[in-house]
């Protein structure tokens, strides 16, 4: 069955500094993946997707993914962290491609200090 | 375009009773999906309908069930409530149910079941 693993449930950085949250899947086909963001109170939000088309994978509001076959993973990065990226941050892969059930990983807490 | 409301946003009943939770899709959008999240095992997919059809189903009770609408409003019901239905219940809608399509989620109903 396909899962996602998020490696670290909080992660703070300094306003400015990189943001880099981990996703490590595993999957015996093609995976689909995605980075979805939850602010307090709302519903998630799809920074990105990876559908087996480029490898780097750009998304709102300045992040980007690297899916990294030979790693199993699909890294979440930003170069800049901002206040305003404070949030619950997803990974998730979809089972045989279809998006109407997406299998999440367990979640990371980012937090930007000033 | 209006995004996906969800009504109630909140919700307290106690145990043994049911409740029915309501999604209305982004007009025009055939596929609903729900999923649960809870800060123990996180957000777990619940079930998807497409043009009035359950197409998926997730691990879950046959408590929990749900139905969907000719105008693709979706409902779901949850029976014989218990403590550890305590959650934020999410639907998410997407255009045709197509393998590939973004979800757009709605700002979840909050159920406290005391």
């Known amino acids: 069955a396909q899962s996602v693993t998020q490696l670290g449930s909080h992660v703070s950085v300094s306003e400015g500094a990189l943001v880099l949250l981990r996703c490590n899947y595993s999957s015996s086909v093609p995976p689909y993946l995605f980075w979805y963001v939850q602010y307090p109170n709302q519903g998630l939000q799809l920074l990105l997707k990876?559908?087996?088309?480029?490898?780097l994978v750009k998304g709102i509001n300045g992040f980007e993914a690297e899916f990294k076959k030979s790693e199993t993973s699909f890294h979440l990065t930003k170069p800049s962290a901002h206040m305003s990226d404070a949030a619950e941050y997803f990974c998730?892969?979809?089972?045989?491609?279809?998006?109407?059930?997406?299998?999440f990983g367990q979640g990371t807490t980012l937090q930007v200090k000033p | 375009k209006a995004g996906v409301t969800q009504t109630p946003r909140y919700l307290i009943k106690t145990r043994g009773q049911q409740v029915t939770l309501s999604c209305s899709p982004i007009s025009g959008h055939r596929s609903v999906s729900w999923y649960q999240q809870t800060p123990g095992q996180g957000l777990q997919f619940l079930f998807e309908?497409?043009?009035?059809?359950?197409?998926n189903k997730g691990n879950f009770p046959g408590r929990f069930s749900g139905r969907q609408f000719s105008n693709s409003r979706s409902e779901m019901n949850v029976s014989t409530l218990e403590l550890g239905d305590s959650a934020l219940y999410l639907c998410?809608?997407?255009?045709?149910?197509?393998?590939?399509?973004?979800?757009?989620f709605g700002p979840g109903t909050r159920l406290l079941v005391l």
């Open positions: 990876y559908t087996s088309a480029a490898t």
């Open positions: 998730a892969v979809t089972p045989s491609g279809n998006t109407g059930k997406l299998i």
């Open positions: 309908y497409f043009s009035e059809t359950q197409r």
């Open positions: 998410a809608s997407r255009l045709a149910g197509d393998k590939l399509e973004t979800q757009y």
